[in-house]
């Protein structure tokens, strides 16, 4: 059986390989850090099953999903999460399984024996992970999921849950992490941190921010049809919403 390894994180990535080298019959035939590269490498390599990240900068793992479910022959998906036990039900749909990190042997080789028991029947692949994709797609499991970012802090990192980011903006070359009482510099650029958080919450409202919609206070008309999201941290800041994000603000916003 031959598998791909998708993961933006090179040791979730060297742990998985080195777990699956205890089963003789599958081999890694490839690994990409994004879900870019795996579509390509996946037209080439053709496996049999892709182990595949949610979280990734870029094309996550979601929307990968949805794009292998279009060729031919698609390959059996294995999701890796970080949801934690109230999110995983939204992956009880015996469509796909999942590996919640940190992964460990003994649910490997509860994945391992489903594959090799040929669970997923190749002709109901794409109409099962559709229905899987359309319940993650419709904020099934928002509430279960914690996403861990790092900010810089003289010379050390901390770790920040994503609930705690009123907003993120661009600064000279740096994206700056703005909690409620302080700002924290990244070494993330923004479309890494776009592909990194859930949205919704997270609305791109302007190409210099990214706002949690859960932080904003108020909402005020501005010039040449624009806005402004009044946040609710220690400075009320004060976040622009270009006329290239209004419709999608008020979407969300419900306006």
Not at 92 to 106: H, R, T
Not at 227 to 235: F, M, R, S, T
Request: charge should be negative.
């Amino acid at each position: 059986m031959r598998v791909m390894v998708v993961d933006d994180e090179v040791l979730s990535r060297n742990e998985l390989k080195f777990l699956l080298g205890a089963y003789p019959h599958i081999e890694v035939c490839g690994e990409a850090a994004n879900g870019e590269t795996a579509l390509e490498m996946c037209k080439s390599l053709k496996p049999d099953a892709v182990f595949l990240d949610i979280q990734m900068p870029g094309i996550g793992g979601l929307a990968a999903a949805g794009k292998l479910m279009q060729q031919e022959e698609p390959p059996v998906i294995i999701f890796a999460t970080a949801y934690d036990k109230h999110a995983i039900q939204a992956f009880e749909l015996n469509a796909v399984d999942y590996l919640l990190k940190p992964f460990s042997q003994e649910r490997l080789c509860h994945t391992v024996q489903r594959l090799e028991q040929n669970w997923v029947k190749k002709e109901n692949v794409v109409d099962r992970l559709e229905q899987l994709l359309s319940r993650l797609e419709t904020g099934f499991p928002q509430q279960g999921i914690v996403v861990k970012l790092t900010a810089e802090v003289d010379e050390r990192f901390i770790v920040l849950n994503h609930t705690d980011l009123a907003f993120a903006y661009v600064e000279g070359r740096y994206v700056y992490l703005k909690i409620r009482d302080r700002s924290y510099r990244s070494r993330y650029s923004m479309k890494e941190l776009e592909g990194r958080l859930p949205a919704p919450p997270f609305f791109r409202c302007h190409r210099g921010y990214l706002v949690n919609i859960n932080w904003v206070k108020e909402i005020h008309p501005w010039f040449n049809g624009t806005y402004q999201l009044i946040v609710n941290d220690n400075e009320l800041s004060e976040i622009p919403v270009s006329r290239l994000h209004v419709k999608e603000m008020k979407k969300l916003l419900h306006l």
